[in-house]
């Protein structure tokens, strides 16, 4: 056994992110990325709120009084409050329910659905003013963008969702500085944060709810590995290389690159290219969904015409949306509808839309849709500019021998093509309109589009504590 008197060693990784963590601070950000993360989180509230018109929200609520919750912390859209991790589970379950939210497309994580969740607790037990709580958020997406991008895709391919296995890391060191920790103890609470990553992506196997519970449970669970690297439990020095850490672990293979992520680490500002969604679908089916409806658009054909249907991507998708393909022709459930590419891309040639009515039953089960489905393949095109952006197109095959083929190099929402505000406002309203009125959707837009003027989060806490239209 090692003598009690030897330090553990601080690897560099480790020690590298909690020393520019602990160090940014608000003038350090340009004002672009402020403007966007603002546009960011207020889509994540948006999609929090659409998400309590559904039952897999109500039934994750109903859990917390299972085991008994009690405490201070707000749930997004519910009066009673409850304890703090398990607001932060909640609001992250919440935001990604609808796999509506943004995504960091180098890295695949949709990075704002745990960390804003985290930051946000806290923020509202402490009564931090509203750039404290940007300023955690916008730390957390950073590293988790980061750390994500290290793995190329590796994450997925072996089974791990890669916001679930990422997510905790940003927001356990964003934590530890709003908890007022130190450089070791944000290198603390990274080592014990490895503990608690997790993230399986069984739930394609079935379309089963076990992703929409992987941001809120690396917000969580960040709060805890946080909580105890800021007391002085002992974690791994180095949570990311070795023989045992992150990368070894969750995507073997992947270098440490120290040096790299140091670099970049809030200098080159990953969050200006999270993509906001146009779609409440897999963002690996966005840019099919795109070309279907341009070429439903340009070519008026009808669907007796259509022979065949070819969806473009880059192989590495297929996993996730198009294997097996008999199955993601046939999806079981809403959320297995969001995952097949087929499905998307059929909707969007029958229906000229793609909204989250398109998800309900009687839409998934439309024999229109179902039919053309049947006739969907899908192949790999070396166009794409997979994962630097997720790129798609369609191909049809017409009856009379006709070709009609769009691709789109960069898919709409991603960095070169960003949603600007006046579009995310159009998404906001929608959402919200599920579940809450007008006039309060408008008032929480209007806070959240100014969360740096707030003093403090009170008066934003007590408009996201909005009561819904739907039971609990």
Request: glycine share 8%; net charge negative.
């Amino acid at each position: 056994m090692q003598p009690s008197h030897v330090k553990h060693q601080i690897a560099p990784l480790s020690q590298a992110i909690a020393a520019r963590a602990l160090a940014l601070n608000m003038n350090d950000v340009p004002q672009d990325v402020w403007d966007y993360l603002k546009l960011c989180l207020a889509d994540a509230v948006g999609i929090a709120f659409a998400s309590r018109h559904y039952d897999f929200a109500a039934k994750s609520l109903q859990s917390l009084d299972v085991l008994g919750s009690q405490g201070s912390a707000s749930i997004i859209g519910q009066a009673r409050t409850v304890a703090l991790r398990d607001a932060a589970l909640m609001n992250g379950l919440l935001i990604h329910g609808l796999d509506y939210d943004d995504t960091h497309m180098a890295s695949v994580v949709h990075c704002s659905a745990s960390a804003f969740p985290a930051a946000l607790a806290l923020a509202e037990q402490q009564q931090l003013s509203g750039q404290n709580l940007l300023l955690a958020t916008l730390i957390a997406i950073e590293i988790d963008a980061l750390l994500g991008m290290q793995a190329g895709g590796v994450f997925q391919q072996v089974g791990f969702h890669p916001t679930g296995v990422v997510g905790v890391f940003g927001a356990a060191v964003a934590a530890a500085r709003l908890l007022g920790g130190d450089e070791a103890a944000a290198v603390r609470s990274q080592g014990v944060a490895l503990s608690l990553s997790s993230g399986s992506m069984a739930f394609l196997d079935d379309g089963s709810w076990t992703k929409r519970l992987h941001p809120g449970w690396a917000a969580s669970a960040a709060l805890q590995a946080a909580s105890l690297g800021v007391s002085g439990f002992e974690g791994p020095g180095e949570a990311y290389g070795g023989r045992y850490g992150f990368y070894s672990l969750y995507a073997p293979g992947t270098a440490v690159e120290t040096e790299t992520i140091s670099a970049q680490l809030f200098t080159d500002w990953a969050l200006r290219t999270v993509a906001i969604k146009p779609y409440p679908i897999c963002h690996f089916n966005h840019a099919p969904v795109d070309a279907a409806l341009f070429l439903r658009e340009q070519h008026r054909v009808s669907m007796e015409e259509i022979e065949s249907v070819t969806a473009l991507l880059d192989e590495r998708q297929f996993g996730v949306v198009a294997d097996p393909i008999e199955s993601k022709r046939v999806p079981q459930s809403e959320y297995d509808a969001k995952f097949s590419v087929p499905y998307a891309v059929a909707t969007a040639l029958v229906k000229g839309r793609f909204g989250l009515a398109e998800l309900e039953d009687a839409a998934r089960l439309n024999s229109d849709v179902l039919a053309l489905a049947q006739r969907i393949h899908c192949e790999h095109d070396a166009r794409s500019c997979y994962p630097d952006a997720f790129s798609g197109g369609v191909r049809i095959n017409t009856k009379d021998g006709r070709v009609l083929a769009h691709f789109e190099e960069i898919n709409r929402g991603a960095a070169g093509r960003l949603l600007g505000a006046e579009q995310v406002y159009e998404k906001f309203m929608a959402n919200c309109a599920l579940t809450i009125s007008t006039e309060r959707a408008e008032a929480l837009w209007e806070s959240l589009q100014r969360m740096d003027e707030l003093e403090d989060v009170t008066a934003l806490m007590a408009l996201l504590r909005t009561e819904t239209n739907k039971a609990n």
